[in-house]
């Protein structure tokens, strides 16, 4: 077996053999059994254990089974010691700290997980896992729309190979021509003791209500294969209170029929809004209820607006009157779908594909350039985003900004690419329309006479467009969202300005990197 580390591996295997281990005949040493932890002997009827290495080793840590171990964090008896991506497992290099991770989650099992240390991980306990298979479903939906003893039928559809996508009944909806729909149902249950381990367990777990209501579905099955419709029940969720608010659930699937029938469980994930927005990270509740305005939704605007309303940011306005062109896919948030349409529309199919909880009003126009249009655009916003790249259009807009003291933040591309600069005029900034005469802001390298068309600005309306590079383009949207980020959360960590280089230039831009305004460097 290849190892990163093949001394600390003699040596761990020396150690094992002291410990009273011994390799597994013909796995080159990759898989060792022994006498069971003493910590571990209370959990269960065996009487060795399993150590299993991994390709990896020691950045991978080796494995622990227990035959017939049945506990949370511990699958088909294999015991979750570290996550696959924590860095910390390569302390599992030494036996002795091996040990004693072993001996802190059997402590752990019997005073009980932390509820932060759960997920929808119950269908580990069962007898039966269809590995490779998963569900997603709407969890917290379900959850709040009933309580104890509560049914109510559900459909799947495969998506891929092998995901079953769940969701509540529907009469109506599916086309002509799809697949008939996978049918199940969903019961709600208060605390149980411990997960069901089959399918008797997860019957006697259920009300006499909903186990009438198994019945029925399961007798209507006909003899099929997991995956495949049936006429009856061919899945169903238990879901069981936890502790507090949180809830627990198995996902049941099943093949066959009456003497036939078998159940496994698979793993399941909730795709409801709420489960999806904690995804958003830790600023997303501060930003439910910001409200931005978004001037240009092209390649930059675009990725700009989509990670802002990942987020978490409650409403988006977007102004912008072209219209997507297939070549603009190579740098654009939106895909195909949205070709031929107004990119302000499109934007907002795609924001709605990936954060449904911000609400986006797409305008099919450019903000206006007379200060009265302006400033009745911008009214009532947390923050305004310059992404048009319009020199022009930014002193105008940051100008009304200024007289209606409306926090401003703009960014743009220049010389193809090679430099961007993100800059934000709030309360107590610079205007933007100081900061040339204002020796503690750097001015961007002026057009090179020599290549006329990629210079500072792309003069003649026959010019050819910005051909920055997609790496340009998602660093500055990148930037640019975190600038807006910092600034509606309170922070306000940044400077007010930031030029990032990406390709060398001319002096104090002759190396790649960030170039944050500081006035005390500066002078």
């Not at 013909?26 to 009827?45: F, N």
């Not at 580990?124 to 104890?148: N, V």
């Not at 367990?201 to 419709?229: I, M």
């Not at 400033?375 to 200024?402: H, M, N, V």
Request: charged share 20%; proline share 7%.
């Amino acid at each position: 077996m290849e190892t990163y580390d093949d001394a600390a591996f003699e040596r761990f295997c020396s150690c094992l053999v002291n410990e009273g281990f011994s390799p597994v005949h013909g796995t080159a040493q990759a898989k060792w059994t022994g006498p069971l932890r003493e910590s571990l002997q209370p959990l269960t009827d065996a009487t060795r254990m399993q150590l299993e290495f991994f390709e990896g080793w020691p950045l991978r840590y080796a494995h622990v089974t227990v035959p017939g171990l049945r506990t949370e964090h511990a699958a088909q008896g294999t015991i979750c010691l570290w996550a696959e991506d924590d860095p910390a497992q390569i302390a599992g290099s030494d036996l002795e700290t091996l040990w004693q991770r072993i001996d802190e989650w059997a402590q752990t099992v019997q005073l009980g997980f932390g509820v932060g240390d759960r997920a929808l991980d119950a269908y580990l306990l069962f007898d039966k896992i269809t590995w490779g298979y998963q569900a997603e479903l709407p969890f917290g939906d379900l959850i709040r729309a009933g309580s104890h003893g509560y049914r109510a039928p559900l459909v799947a559809t495969i998506r891929g190979d092998r995901t079953l996508m769940i969701e509540r009944f529907r009469a109506t909806g599916f086309e002509p021509d799809e697949p008939a729909p996978l049918r199940g149902a969903f019961y709600l249950r208060r605390p149980i003791n411990t997960p069901p381990r089959g399918l008797d367990h997860f019957r006697a777990a259920l009300t006499k209500k909903q186990n009438q209501d198994l019945d029925q579905g399961l007798g209507a099955r006909g003899d099929t294969a997991l995956s495949e419709a049936s006429g009856g029940y061919d899945f169903a969720v238990l879901a069981w209170q936890r502790h507090g608010s949180e809830h627990d659930a198995v996902v049941v699937v099943f093949k066959g029929c009456g003497d036939k029938l078998e159940a496994s469980a698979i793993a399941a994930t909730p795709n409801d809004i709420a489960a999806r927005q904690r995804r958003a990270g830790p600023d997303a509740t501060a930003l439910t209820d910001k409200r931005i305005l978004i001037a240009g939704a092209g390649s930059v605007g675009g990725h700009v607006a989509l990670s802002l309303a990942a987020s978490g940011v409650g409403l988006i306005r977007l102004h912008d009157h072209d219209y997507l062109k297939t070549a603009n896919l190579v740098r654009h948030a939106s895909d195909k779908f949205g070709v031929g349409y107004n990119k302000a529309i499109a934007m907002a199919v795609t924001i709605d594909e990936h954060a449904p909880w911000t609400t986006v009003e797409p305008r099919t126009d450019n903000l206006p350039y007379d200060p009265s249009g302006i400033t009745s655009s911008i009214e009532g916003f947390d923050l305004i985003i310059d992404c048009t790249g319009t020199l022009p259009f930014t002193a105008a807009l940051a100008e009304i900004c200024r007289r209606t003291n409306t926090p401003l933040i703009t960014g743009a591309l220049f010389h193809q690419g090679a430099i961007a600069r993100v800059q934000r005029q709030a309360d107590g900034d610079t205007p933007l329309a100081a900061r040339p005469s204002n020796p503690t802001y750097d001015n961007l390298p002026p057009e090179d006479p020599r290549r006329p068309n990629s210079g500072f600005l792309e003069l003649g309306c026959t010019a050819p467009v910005n051909n920055a590079p997609p790496t340009a383009v998602l660093a500055t949207a990148a930037d640019i969202a975190h600038a807006a980020v910092d600034f509606l959360t309170g922070r306000r960590n940044r400077a007010d300005e930031r030029i990032l280089v990406f390709q060398p230039m001319a002096t104090p831009f002759d190396a790649t990197g960030t170039h944050d305004h500081n006035p005390g460097e500066s002078e």
